[in-house]
């Protein structure tokens, strides 16, 4: 099966390292500001000839309060009157983006992230919807997955009634933990009885799907703690999970230099979290998807896996990965073809730039014959826990094992310690290796010697 992992307490301490996420290859650690608007400009024109589905991210950064974990860009302001003129400055860009392209292209994935997007008004998230309904091609038959993030604290059953009515049909929702000690050590406090009743508002109005996000490695977490915690998430029966692993950088993150570190967990106290949460998710009937995700079995996600049409991106597992990924928004990155691009993440210089009528493009890359060869293969892996050389040869025109020949020796050894079965025409992910998946792909990152792996999570 699928979804079958077996947890090995001594690969995982051998393997457990820092590295990349890989929802792109090339990463972002690689963009660079030689990539502009011309850029963007070209890439949108092939993708009108090409007439490419679309996937739309719209990032609103505001949030009312400061969470210390957050590594996210975002604004945080008790002045509501802040999102006027960056939803003016957004409604630029989209008119700005939308005349590149044709209006047969249509929107199947659309995803409101940050941030709060509940930040918002109604009216605000109204307006917002109704212009990009305008400038795209949105759907208005309830096929496409149009999702929006959602902080309980900020949501009630009206404001799911206004999205429902908008358009959307999956949520995701931040969690994190529910020990209220826990909630005040990262300045989120939360209550069960505040995320059910979002839960329930979105299950009365018939959203397709529900996400629950959650974190371990939090000040404060015990195993025993946060097992409590999944125990009651459990009993939500959301349809997916991500169970992130907290990454402490306040040298990069000044929100987190106000969290106690010797309040953190040791490593092998979240070794143990994630090893529970695994067993316990597992034994409720989760898949283990992949890179902290667990999905039902009848979750879009957990049958594209079976199908093996998953794919990764920005946006992190889906599928949708064949659409034209178009960012907007402070920060946020657009895949079209083989371009990389991203605009400012400085909220002045985004509002600045669309003032004058210029796009906020400010860095990104163009991806030449060997990013996409290497693209291929971490996708394969990271999605299907398997490589077919003849598939790839078939696609680069390459030689594989004469391409990759000095990786041999590493993967080799990865086979010998059982995280992978190396065969003359495939590679296969092992029970053993599905949780570090991440180091095995790793091997094939052409760029990773020269990054400083302290930018990077590790893999558990």
């Not at 996400?211 to 349809?239: C, H, M, W």
């Not at 049409?309 to 178009?326: A, E, K, P, S, V």
């Not at 004058?356 to 014959?369: D, E, F, I, P, Y």
């Not at 025409?425 to 180091?439: F, W």
Request: proline residues 4%; aromatic residues 10%; glycine residues 6%.
């Amino acid at each position: 099966m699928l979804d079958a992992i077996r947890w090995d307490s001594d690969l995982i301490r051998r393997y457990d390292l820092a590295g990349p996420r890989y929802t792109s290859y090339p990463t972002a650690v690689q963009f660079h500001s030689q990539v502009g608007s011309f850029d963007l400009f070209h890439a949108l024109r092939d993708s009108r000839k090409a007439l490419r589905p679309l996937s739309l991210y719209v990032h609103v950064p505001f949030c009312a309060n400061i969470c210390y974990y957050c590594a996210c860009n975002k604004v945080i302001t008790k002045d509501r009157g802040r999102a006027l003129p960056y939803l003016q400055r957004l409604e630029q860009e989209i008119q700005l983006i939308a005349c590149h392209l044709d209006p047969a292209q249509k929107v199947e994935q659309l995803h409101f992230g940050g941030g709060t997007p509940t930040f918002l008004s109604h009216d605000e998230l109204r307006q917002l919807m109704a212009h990009l309904r305008k400038h795209f091609n949105l759907l208005d038959d309830d096929s496409g997955d149009y999702g929006i993030e959602i902080d309980p604290r900020e949501a009630d059953w009206s404001t799911m009634g206004l999205l429902r009515e908008l358009g959307f049909n999956r949520v995701s929702i931040g969690l994190q933990d529910l020990d209220p000690a826990v909630q005040r050590a990262v300045n989120r406090l939360q209550s069960l009885e505040e995320t059910r009743a979002v839960i329930d508002a979105a299950r009365t109005l018939q959203f397709r799907s529900i996400n629950i996000d959650l974190i371990y490695g939090l000040p404060k977490q015990t195993p025993d703690n946060f097992a409590r915690t999944v125990e009651e998430v459990i009993s939500l029966q959301p349809d997916r999970l991500s169970v992130f692993n907290y990454a402490h950088l306040p040298e990069r993150f000044m929100p987190q230099r106000r969290i106690n570190t010797s309040e953190l967990p040791s490593p092998a106290q979240k070794l143990e979290m994630f090893q529970r949460t695994t067993e316990q998710l597992i034994a409720a009937g989760y898949r283990y998807i992949g890179m902290d995700h667990f999905a039902l079995p009848d979750d879009e996600l957990a049958i594209a896996q079976e199908e093996e049409t998953l794919q990764r991106n920005f946006q992190g597992y889906t599928t949708h990965g064949h659409c034209d990924l178009i960012g907007l928004g402070v920060s946020a990155i657009s895949q079209i073809g083989d371009l990389y691009c991203q605009n400012s993440s400085d909220l002045n210089e985004y509002q600045n730039s669309l003032a004058a009528a210029q796009l906020a493009t400010s860095r990104g890359l163009v991806c030449n014959a060997d990013d996409r060869l290497r693209r291929a293969v971490i996708q394969q892996l990271i999605c299907n826990f398997s490589l077919d050389f003849a598939e790839i040869e078939q696609q680069f025109n390459i030689d594989f094992q004469g391409y990759f020949g000095a990786l041999w020796p590493q993967l080799q050894g990865m086979a010998n310690d059982g995280l992978i079965t190396l065969e003359r025409d495939c590679i296969m992910i092992l029970p053993a290796g599905r949780l570090l998946v991440r180091s095995v792909c790793m091997v094939f990152d052409a760029y990773l010697e020269q990054q400083n792996r302290q930018r990077f999570s590790r893999v558990i």
